[in-house]
Every structure is written in structure tokens, then in C-alpha cells.
């Protein structure tokens, strides 16, 4: 084995691994960071570490490899804050941080803090690397459980403030496991009997539907969804994970369902007398709080962690299994297409019908200031084929999973977690990720305000996006904030050396969109909407809504 410092054996294993680009703040492993730019690691220094964490997250979702983020010891609890989306939306991020030396410990050191058990609630294993030796195995053992089942966040925590422990030299093998550059990392097929099992329900049902969650986005299980879909006849809604899974001009797509909704896919899957959940936690928003399906409704599971199984809804069938080839095999096992369930299809069609019915009038409304619903319409009309659309949480993601509908090839949408403020640094962690293809984010004016210092960054590391801002001047729904209206995104975007463009109209929107994407530089478009108009909740049936 070659005798090398623990700081080179991280360059070449960051090489090993494929991992191209690390977030952090400075200062962190100084030694590595040097050696990173003789492996051709690219080195994004940030202006927060939650927003590190956020790049690392968004670009390990668009690369389908780990993302790595870093700090010193006194920003640890912020980067924690940051890995807590990663850990809602089971993205592998890999997290590394300085932690606490002996001779200093209990002493009232110099921004020290006994935090390392924080990391427990956020990530899927949490290890202290007590010695330069053992730092080739954890950070293996990071890259393994990161990958490996329900992908997921991981944290490393070096001796030193800032991790100095990699400065000593040790004897290591240079052993990267290609196996777990990627996820998934491994494929497991559900038992024989259960595929037989829930194909004879599904077969058997009047009334089916399938949900398709993140766990199936994660599985690259696009394909298998919808030609089962297409081969029994059942109608698809996507979680908000999965909302590109299946094109929205699909005859057989009926939209997002929960609480950030479209209420024909409510309406869909209240009406189901059997509910096929593929990859999804089955949790409350794309429940709307266990609330579409109702519980008591069969289902059917398919998940690759056996502790989903049964979580939320009793199962009438349980698959653990990868979604990808667990659903190659019920389609193996389904035979040839058949027309079937015409009523059944539709009734669904039907409620698609109607909602877009009711909210084409709202998409088409040339009202000054902009309704959101023409906002989405705008940009759903002009994301290019192959784009990542990168989408904040509240608003922002129930206004795009409501009105933007994905229909081109190859179009894909990241959504947040839950934290707001984490759309515009995963919008560049993704670029990172696919320098090559059309990157846009979208959010609001709130959660823009988190991070814009990162528009620097955006800058100096020529991370092209196109930055969507529906930028309304307030903040919330039970205390809505006003915001100081003398404020142009437009102009601080001209100001920290990025492009900036207003739009006042929507007819104007268009092509402040094409120049912000062929402005050769980060772009942020601000589009001012009107602050009164508010998203509608999720349909809930009158049974249990009261209404």
C-alpha cells in the first residue's frame, strides 16, 4: 500500500469515486483542498453552509452520484441545517466536517461545541473518524450507505477544527468500489409469489391507480411505470419527486395528488378501490395528510426498504424490491396489452378534463401584475427539451405542480424537501452536475432572499442557470410579511456580476426567458406577480373535509 497523507488519499479517492465538483466553506482540510486541483476536482466555495449543502444535494440528484459538501467545526450545526432536506428527500449528500480533538475537548475551546449527535436525525449513518487510518474505510462506508437501499445523507466528522487529522501520513489502499459511485447501487427483485400476488390484484381491480414516488424517480424506473400502466390500463398520478416520470399530455397521466395538487388526481385516487404506491413513503403531503386514499383503501407497495411497507397504508400486497426491475417483471408476468376498464378510464379523464378546464382561463389571463398561473404557463411553454426545472418548496412547487405541465423529452423536475430558500443553490449544484444541459430554477421572492449571496458564486464559478423569481413583495399565508418594494433582483443579479431581467407583462416573459438562457452567464429573470392571488389546498372529499 502507498504511504501518502490522509489529505492526498482524499483527492484520489474524491478521483476514485467520480465525484467532480465539492461545496464547503472555507476553511476545511486546506492540505486536501490543495490537492483536489491536481485530480481535476472542481472546489465551490460558498457563502453558507447551508447553501453548500443544498448545492451538494441538488447536484447529487442531477448527476445520480453522491454530492460532497464540507466545514470547519464552528459550521457544522448550519451545514446539519442544510443536510435535513437531503435526508427528507433521500439524496445521498455526503457530508464532511471538522470536529473535536482530545487536549482541547471540555475546555471551553474556541468555538467548540458538542454537536456531533445533531447529525443523527439527518443522515442515515453518522461516523467520527478517530484516526487517519480509519478514514479510507468510513469514507467508503459513507459511499456505500449513501447509495445503497433508500439512498440517503451521510456524515463524516474528522478530528481537528478543521479537520488536520488528514495532514498525517498513514499507509492506504487505493480501493474506490465503482459499484457505489452511483445509485442504486444494487437492484433487488420482490419474491415471485408477491410479483403474482399484486399482479392478480391489480388484474382483479375495477378501479385502480398507481402513485409514483421518488423511490421510483431514484430507480430510473420511468419506462416500467408507464408501460405497465399502458399494458394493464391504469391511470398514473406522480408525487411531486416524480412529476416528470411521465409525460403530463400522457392519456393516462392525471397529474400531482396531496396537498400541493392538482384536484383531479385527488379526485382519482379518492375514487380508486385500489391504490398501487410505487417508490413512495406513502407520507403526508402526497396524502394530503392519509387523506387521498382514504385508510382502509387496498393497497398495493412497492419499495426497496421493507420498513416502508405497511408504514401509513396496511398492505393487501407488499414488494421490496428495486422499482426497475420488480416492475419489468410484472410487466414480463402481465403478457401482451389489453384494452380494458374504458369506464374507469373514462371517469379519470373526465376529472383531468374538467380541472384544466377550470384553470386554462386563469393560465391565459394577461392581468398586470402576472398571475402565477400564467407564470407557470410561460415557462412550461418555453423549457426546452432536456432541462432540469429546480423547484423551491410551498408556492413555488404548488404553483408549478398545479399549472406547469412537462411534456418534452427528456425534461426532468427536482423539487425541495421542505426548506425554503433551497431552490436557487440546488439550481447550481445541478449546472455543476450538467454543465451541458438547460438548468432553470424557480421560486419566490422569500425564498430567493436565503441565498442570493450565492449569485457571486454563480458568477465566479460561470454556473450558467436561468433563475425563474415570481417575485410578489411578501412572504407567507398566516402572517403574510410585505416586503420593501424599492428591491430589484434584476439589478443585484447586474450587480454581483450575473445578468438580470424584469418583467412587468406576460406577454413579455418569453423572451426575457430566451435571453436569459443565451446570455452566457448566470441569469436571474424577476417576474412581478400579483401578491393576492394564493394557490388552492388540496381536494379533500366532503366526508372528511367537512365542506
Not at 105 to 133: L, P
Not at 283 to 306: F, S, Y
Not at 364 to 377: G, L, M, N, T, W
Not at 476 to 490: C, Y
Amino acid at each position: 500500500m502507498p504511504r501518502m497523507t490522509g489529505s492526498r488519499f482524499f483527492a484520489e479517492a474524491m478521483r476514485g469515486y467520480g465525484v467532480t465538483h465539492l461545496f464547503y466553506v472555507n476553511s476545511i482540510a486546506n492540505a486536501a483542498m490543495k490537492e483536489m486541483d491536481s485530480v481535476g476536482v472542481t472546489r465551490v466555495v460558498n457563502h453558507g453552509e447551508k447553501a453548500a449543502a443544498y448545492m451538494a444535494d441538488g447536484y447529487a440528484r442531477a448527476s445520480r452520484r453522491p454530492g460532497i459538501c464540507l466545514c470547519q467545526d464552528i459550521g457544522t450545526s448550519n451545514l446539519a441545517a442544510g443536510m435535513r432536506d437531503a435526508h427528507m428527500s433521500s439524496s445521498p449528500v455526503i457530508a464532511i466536517t471538522g470536529g473535536q480533538n482530545d487536549q482541547p475537548r471540555y475546555r471551553h475551546a474556541y468555538q467548540n461545541a458538542e454537536d456531533f449527535t445533531a447529525w443523527a436525525g439527518v443522515t442515515k449513518a453518522n461516523y467520527s473518524v478517530d484516526a487517519v487510518e480509519r478514514f479510507p474505510d468510513l469514507l467508503r462506508q459513507a459511499f456505500r450507505e449513501a447509495t445503497s437501499g433508500t439512498p440517503g445523507p451521510v456524515h463524516l466528522e474528522l478530528r481537528g477544527n478543521a479537520g488536520q487529522m488528514l495532514e498525517e501520513e498513514g499507509d492506504f489502499d487505493l480501493v474506490f468500489e465503482k459499484r457505489f459511485t452511483e445509485f442504486p447501487a444494487f437492484r433487488s427483485e420482490a419474491e415471485l409469489s408477491a410479483v403474482r400476488a399484486a399482479l392478480a390484484a391489480l388484474t382483479q381491480s375495477a378501479k385502480p391507480i398507481i402513485v409514483a414516488g421518488g423511490g421510483a424517480v431514484a430507480s430510473g424506473a420511468g419506462p416500467e411505470v408507464l408501460k405497465l400502466a399502458e399494458t394493464l390500463s391504469i391511470p398514473i398520478a406522480t408525487s411531486l419527486h416524480a412529476k416528470a416520470i411521465v409525460p403530463d399530455d400522457h392519456p393516462l397521466a392525471v397529474g400531482v395528488p396531496g396537498s400541493y395538487s392538482r384536484w383531479c388526481a385527488n379526485q382519482a385516487i379518492s375514487a380508486a378501490d385500489l391504490v398501487f404506491f410505487i417508490g413512495s413513503h406513502t407520507g403526508g403531503q402526497v396524502t394530503n395528510g392519509w387523506q387521498i386514499p382514504k385508510i382502509g383503501t387496498p393497497v398495493i407497495q412497492l419499495d426497496i426498504d421493507p420498513s416502508e411497507l405497511g408504514r401509513n397504508y396496511p398492505n393487501t400486497v407488499s414488494l421490496q424490491g428495486d422499482a426497475k426491475v420488480t416492475l419489468a417483471k410484472l410487466i414480463e408476468l402481465a403478457g401482451k396489452p389489453t384494452s380494458r376498464r374504458a369506464e374507469w378510464l373514462e371517469q379519470v379523464r373526465s376529472y383531468v378534463a374538467g380541472y384544466w378546464a377550470e384553470s386554462n382561463p386563469l393560465r391565459d389571463s394577461d392581468a398586470v401584475p402576472i398571475r402565477p398561473e400564467r407564470i407557470c404557463k410561460e415557462l412550461e411553454q418555453w423549457l426546452p427539451a432536456e432541462s432540469r426545472l429546480v423547484v423551491d418548496t410551498f408556492h413555488a412547487a404548488i404553483w408549478t405542480a398545479q399549472m406547469t405541465r412537462l411534456t418534452k423529452p427528456g425534461q426532468t423536475y427536482l423539487r425541495c424537501g421542505g426548506s425554503l430558500g433551497w431552490a436557487f443553490p440546488a439550481t447550481l449544484g445541478a449546472k455543476a452536475a450538467l454543465p451541458d444541459k438547460p438548468v432553470i430554477g424557480f421560486c419566490g421572492d422569500a425564498g430567493f432572499y436565503y441565498h442570493m449571496a450565492e449569485l457571486e458564486t454563480a458568477a465566479r464559478l460561470k454556473l450558467n442557470v436561468v433563475m425563474v423569481v415570481n417575485n410578489n413583495y411578501s412572504g407567507g399565508v398566516i402572517e403574510n410579511a410585505r416586503f420593501e418594494r424599492s428591491v430589484n433582483f434584476a439589478k443585484v443579479a447586474d450587480s454581483m456580476g450575473c445578468v438580470g431581467f424584469r418583467v412587468e407583462k406576460p406577454a413579455d416573459m418569453r423572451a426575457a426567458l430566451d435571453k436569459a438562457l443565451a446570455a452566457g452567464r448566470p441569469a436571474v429573470v424577476e417576474v412581478l406577480s400579483d401578491p393576492a392571488i394564493r394557490a388552492k389546498r388540496g381536494w379533500v372529499p366532503q366526508t372528511v373535509s367537512g365542506e
